[in-house]
Each structure stands twice: as C-alpha cells, then as structure tokens.
T-cell receptor
Framework: DVKVTQSSRYLVKRTGEKVFLECVQD?????MFWYRQDPGLGLRLIYF???????EKGDIPEGYSVSREKKERFSLILESASTNQTSMYLCASSFPTGASYGYTFGSGTRLTVV | AQSVTQLDSQVPVFEEAPVELRCNYS??????LFWYVQYPNQGLQLLLK??????LVKGINGFEAEFNKSQTSFHLRKPSVHISDTAEYFCAVRRYNNNDMRFGAGTRLTVKP
C-alpha cells in the first residue's frame, strides 16, 4: 500500500515560533500537496509541488512556505506561527497530470498555536 | 478554476435508511470527480471516482455516485447505512491535465441506531 507519513499527529507551538511539518511518501509520486482543514471550510490548498525543488502556491499560501529537496519528502514551514494557523494539516501525494488517480493522504497533523 | 459545493453540512439518518449526500461542481473544462471519506482522527480515504464512461460509479463500502453533466452534479448514495458509516464525506474535482484538486466543505454523516 502507498503510504504517506506525517511525522507528528499533534503539535503545540507558541506564537512566533518557526514550525516544520514533515511529510514523506513511499510510492515515488511526483506530486505532493499540503492542505489545511477547518470546520465548515473543507480542505484548502496551501502549496503543491510537481517535482523536486519545484513549488506552486495554492489558494492560501500566506504565512507558509515549503521545501522539496527530495522526491519523497515535502515540508511545510510556518515562518512565524500565529494563532490563526491552528488547524489540521493534511499532506497528500499523487501521480502526475494525465494519470486519472486520486490522492493518497497522510493521517494529518493537528497543530495548536498558543 | 473549478469549485465544489456540498449542499448539506450535516446529514443525520437512522441505521438501515438510505442516504444521499449532494455535490455540485463548476468548471469550464472537463473534470474528474471524487468522493473521499474521513473517519475520526484519520486522513482522507478514496471512496470512488468518476473518470469517464458509465455515469454510475460504484465504490467501497456499498457507496455509489452518479455523474450528471447537465446538472453538474455528483451525488453520493447508499441504499442502507450502518453505524460504521458515520464520518465526514468530501466531494472533490480535478480538471483534466491539471494537478491540483479542489474539495467541498464536507458533509458530516451521522448514523443513529
């Protein structure tokens, strides 16, 4: 089975801290994605990546950055955490354009910023 | 860009009753359509997808969905639900030749005994 592993299930960080959320997939997927999930808003795309060292902004990139130095790993970075970034963060991966696949999701990281 | 509207935020039903979770999408180009399920404290799991061909698609756990191009809808149905179907369900759309997927706000299905 394809696995997408998010390194932490729960995180509590302080306002102003730099926060790293890590995601690793083992299926050689080219595409990787970061979403945040909030009640009543569904999943909103933060950033995605088509390939190593490539990144594209999603719908809500403000306050976030990403890093993809290796194909299997996609990191989400909160440069200076704020309370409005308290949320569930979901990582996903997929094969590239033209392949009619859905995404494979990790179990999520619930981040609380205090 | 494509967008997805799930018409019901919460759907309570009794066990063994039928259920329909509604989804409408908008897109200027052809799309792939998906339904995902999220059980408590878990990530999303693919239930079913529409790519092309027959407009009625069957998925896991007895769910099925029907693609209606004229109404731009992709409603999810199950003829008889179980307690274990209690979860949040997300409809999603992905354009042909495009990498990113857009999700609806989710529908929380609660099955009562």
């Amino acid at each position: 089975d394809v696995k997408v592993t998010q390194s932490s299930r729960y995180l509590v960080k302080r306002t102003g801290e730099k926060v790293f959320l890590e995601c690793v997939q083992d299926m050689d997927h080219e595409n990787m994605f970061w979403y945040r999930q909030d009640p009543g808003l569904g999943l909103r795309l933060i950033y995605f990546s088509y390939d190593v060292k490539m990144k594209e902004k999603g719908d809500i990139p403000e306050g976030y950055s990403v890093s993809r130095e290796k194909k299997e790993r996609f990191s989400l970075i909160l440069e200076s955490a704020s309370t409005n970034q308290t949320s569930m963060y979901l990582c996903a991966s997929s094969f590239p354009t033209g392949a009619s696949y859905g995404y494979t999701f990790g179990s999520g990281t619930r981040l609380t910023v205090v | 860009a494509q967008s997805v509207t799930q018409l019901d935020s919460q759907v309570p039903v009794f066990e063994e009753a039928p259920v329909e979770l509604r989804c409408n999408y908008s897109s200027s180009v052809s799309v792939y359509l998906f339904w995902y399920v999220q059980y408590p404290n878990q990530g999303l799991q693919l239930l079913l997808k529409y790519l092309s061909g027959s407009t009625l698609v069957k998925g896991i756990n007895g769910f099925e969905a029907e693609f209606n191009k004229s109404q731009t809808s992709f409603h999810l149905r199950k003829p008889s639900v179980h307690i274990s179907d209690t979860a949040e369900y997300f409809c999603a759309v992905r354009r042909y030749n495009n990498n990113d997927m857009r999700f609806g706000a989710g529908t929380r299905l609660t099955v009562k005994p």
